[in-house]
């Protein structure tokens, strides 16, 4: 059984940062694409990073080149999402996500982890 668990959100000022962890258990990960995606309130969930378990190739939303950053801890089995310069668009429930494989949908999802961000 895959368990995503998300944690580090909070309340911000804009301009500041935060890092989010996603701690992954289950499984191993050695194939796996992970990502993070977000929703705001009345908004659908949208694409925010992905990294490959393996070779820790990444990939990103254009809006958030830049700003945010996806990293991985093979030894934690974590996910990370630095994320600076936060705006308050910025503010929604942030999701970790996993999948089998580059073409495979996102099969697996944790909780989310609210991200408030001040003006």
């Known amino acids: 059984q895959v368990q995503l668990v998300e944690s580090g959100g909070g309340l911000v000022q804009a301009g500041g940062s935060l890092r989010l962890s996603c701690a992954a258990s289950g499984r191993t990960f050695s194939s796996y694409v992970m990502g993070w995606f977000r929703q705001a309130p009345g908004k659908e969930r949208e694409f925010v990073a992905r990294?490959?378990?393996?070779?820790?190739?990444?990939g990103y939303a254009d809006s958030m080149k830049g700003r945010f950053t996806i990293s991985r801890d093979s030894a934690k089995n974590t996910v990370y999402l630095q994320m600076n310069s936060l705006k308050p668009e910025d503010t929604a429930v942030y999701y970790c996500a996993a999948k089998r494989g580059n073409g495979d949908p996102w099969d697996y999802w944790g909780q989310g982890t609210q991200v408030t961000v001040s003006s």
């Open positions: 990294v490959t378990w393996s070779g820790g190739s990444t």
